[in-house]
């Protein structure tokens, strides 16, 4: 018997602006940020679960306040019932009717509730002595079911479709883990294509990762038609015609003006097109899959919970979901992403990159493919080769695959002294630039 | 010429679960709290500018942080230059790339956005002597159209049917404002609904809400279907057959229980059912829609910003349009919203209650009636009897009509001592209930 001792948090900030790296047509000038926690116990092992929500700069504080604001339910509390009933524990966060209102279920006060949700995931993995894929692979379909909240999905998928799903994953999982040890998981790179890099850095960048055996590259578009169509080029003639490079728009466009510039892009022969519009837009991303087919529509870093991403899937505005690690309420939420995915048969490509999110967002996809979807068909991880230096164990991509981690814990937890180094001290004003 | 020399934020909670007003379905034991706001200038006038976000206790905290993380954008600032252009204002705040992250436009960091943009109305009101309703009333038809984000709203409204909307109404301002401080703005009471009430009391309630005059009542439901038809029952003998009755399911159900619990409520003929499910289920409000015509379905309280009240006009899922005075991102979207009401043709009944919603959110009725709208046929705004006596401007409500405010400012600004007794100092494990 063990009870929570501490929840500590910090505000850690990287300057990422100035290198221009992570630049792109909304967001051109972000600091990678994690609002970070900590949860200890005064149990012998002196395991301690690890969280965080990736954030771009200001406001990371307020995602701290987040955290703080869900300490008085966690300290003192006996870490055996948390962790050996992560539903009850996701509903004690989840349904906290007072900080329900600030969203509900959405913005900084949810992604706070994720953060604390995956800490304790990473915690449980620890304490079992596996990766958090593993873990969640080794449990019971009922208990995998049982830590979905299906409230507001019953229209699209009900628990009993869903342990369908997982019973029929079942009797593959011990072929698949032993697969996913020896080969790993199919990764892209995001590396060439930000915004912010020369021509001659993005021709390079595209040739380094065909060499370095990506099956897929994306390039940041929506700043500038005519600079897109000279980019693409560029990147076209650098990987040959029958490689795939998605664009991704961060949210730049309006339906009508999202079709027109897809459309102008078509001869590149884009994979996807990420994030059109805004990522509340479900009817106007059903508008623009109609208007661009058949390029695809990829979206999910900024869909703000599971809600929305049914919706998208009942819509026909996604063709491929991109869940986040951190944007929604932790691995519970991500799991009912994952079944909807399956349900709709839409593959998963995880978003990552930022701080910390291709360590997290790994063990999701291992898992949907041992446990749920049972293939890795069109199936990739983003990767983005930033900040892994600060995590205690840090993705390792070869030969463009993801291997599969095998330390105990869910990835989540950073170098104590990279903590300690870009725990940020500055204050509001200092931070707005003229 | 004037700067901002100060942003004070305060975190002020009314201990409201005490006597189970505000009680339902969903917030059991609300204490009714703000994020408080207050901009001061250097200029001679002494005015300073009030706006807050209303939450229902705990992480009201994290809104007053999501507050202080917008201090940088505003010490030292021109005023005029903030006040004369408040599009540019609404910019600046809602359009930082790295603020925009914790959303986008959505949850704490949006609405910490709309209490700023509040305050900065109501010291331009004050500013310009007149209460908000009428200083807006008095804008041009252009500037109107300019404090309009139109970013995700294009297929839906134009800048120019916008221009045209406000152009039509401008030739009736005058009589209509002569209108309004004749007679005022409908109200309907929620004042005997709440779930917490006996039935005694419920009865009692309704009998005194058509004594003084109001045009409709408002029940909460969804926690027990035979409490619901019982309650129903007594209310609807109380008020008789043909007055209107709404009730209020503060987003209990999913898509197929909203419809079955609807339809054996239909019977005590409700005027509209309010939040059937959540607030982000737009295709599930307008499925609900379909499946219990002719019932009406009302939301928006919870409506995170323009771009989903634009889907739930566009799939048919909002017979009613609940706007919220501190949901949004302020003054400014709400204006969006109430363009969106007008071109789809649905009538605005704006959520409130809580602290100061009422005070706040006439001022945007009004406005719509005299420069927009133009009726207030099937329009009313929500009145609930409960903290006006803790604010500088109190609401009038007299035979079930708002009277016309007539003081300058926005009606944002509580009294100094009630500010002062009601800041919260407690801690977040003690608040945390066990």
Not at 126 to 134: E, N, V
Not at 213 to 226: E, S, T
Not at 312 to 329: K, S
Request: proline share 5%; charged share 20%; with cysteine.
């Amino acid at each position: 018997m063990s009870s929570i001792v501490s929840v500590d948090t910090r505000d850690i900030r990287f300057p990422t602006s100035l290198e221009l790296d992570g630049s792109d047509a909304m967001n051109p000038d972000p600091d990678y940020s994690a609002a970070y926690v900590i949860i200890r116990t005064d149990a012998a092992d002196g395991h301690a679960g690890h969280g965080f929500v990736f954030t771009i700069g200001r406001g990371n504080d307020v995602q701290v306040a987040a955290l703080d604001a869900l300490r008085g339910h966690l300290l003192g509390r006996n870490v055996e019932e948390l962790l050996g009933d992560m539903a009850a524990t996701w509903r004690l966060l989840g349904h906290d009717s007072q900080l329900r209102w600030l969203g509900p279920e959405k913005g900084v006060m949810h992604m706070a509730i994720g953060a604390v949700v995956n800490a304790l995931w990473d915690l449980r993995a620890k304490r079992a002595g596996l990766p958090l894929w593993q873990l969640l692979s080794s449990l019971p379909p009922e208990e995998l079911v049982s830590l979905v909240d299906f409230r507001y999905l019953s229209d699209a998928i009900t628990p009993a479709e869903a342990l369908a799903l997982f019973r029929a994953a079942e009797p593959h999982r011990a072929e698949r883990v032993a697969q996913l040890l020896a080969t790993g998981y199919p990764a892209y790179t995001t590396t060439p294509g930000w915004l912010g890099y020369s021509d001659e850095k993005l021709e390079r960048l595209c040739r380094e990762a065909v060499a370095d055996g990506f099956p897929q590259i994306k390039l940041k578009v929506g700043a500038d038609l005519a600079d897109d169509r000279r980019r693409l080029g560029i990147a076209r003639a650098a990987v040959g015609p029958d490689f795939p490079i998605a664009i991704d728009a961060n949210q730049r466009w309006d339906i009508g003006a999202a079709i027109g510039w897809v459309n102008a892009l078509a001869e590149f022969d884009p994979a996807w097109i990420e994030e059109p519009t805004s990522p509340d837009d479900i009817l106007g991303h059903a508008a623009i899959a109609r208007g661009i087919a058949p390029v695809r529509v990829a979206t999910g870093e900024h869909v703000q919970n599971r809600i929305v991403f049914k919706q998208l899937l009942q819509a026909g505005g996604m063709d491929v979901m991109q869940i986040d690690a951190t944007r929604v309420g932790g691995v519970n939420e991500n799991i009912a992403n994952l079944l909807l995915a399956a349900k709709f048969g839409v593959p998963v490509c995880p978003h990552a990159g930022g701080v910390g999110l291709c360590e997290a967002v790994q063990h999701l996809s291992m898992f949907d493919f041992v446990a749920l979807s049972g293939t890795m068909d069109g199936r990739m991880i983003e990767y983005v080769d930033h900040l892994h230096e600060h995590f205690v164990t840090p993705v390792v991509v070869e030969r463009g695959r993801y291997l599969a981690p095998t330390t105990p814990g869910a990835g989540t937890e950073m170098l104590a002294r990279s903590i300690d180094d870009h725990t940020w001290r500055g204050s509001h004003a200092e931070q707005v630039r003229a």
